[in-house]
């Protein structure tokens, strides 16, 4: 088995990471495209609390390690959220409040 030269390697490896770097480029955008829409807002705002993202996954019982790992994915979508957007927490619950009160839920 031939190993490859490092030159090589370092060469594949730079290509690697910009090949990572354009697919994180391009769901950046994507996910801030997505922002936009007040129906994907209302999605990922129920989303996020369904996930336990905003309070403690322990419930006593057997559930707990999987509402643990519903949280661990609540945390990624927030942090990736948070990426396009730091200020969109709050423009999100106002709109969520207002959302609920015109379809009286």
Do not use: H
Request: net charge positive; charged share 30%.
């Amino acid at each position: 088995m031939s190993e490859i030269r490092p030159a090589r390697r370092r060469a594949q490896e730079l290509a690697q990471q910009e090949r990572n770097e354009r697919m994180a480029r391009l769901l950046r955008e994507d996910l801030a495209f997505l922002m936009e829409l007040p129906q994907f807002r209302r999605f990922a705002l129920k989303l996020l609390e369904d996930c336990y993202t905003f309070r403690s996954p322990m419930t006593g019982n057997g559930w707990t390690p999987f509402n643990c790992g519903k949280q661990a994915v609540g945390q990624a979508f927030f942090g990736r959220l948070l990426e396009v957007d730091d200020d969109f927490l709050g423009r999100f619950r106002r709109e969520w409040i207002a959302f609920t009160k015109k379809e009286g839920l």
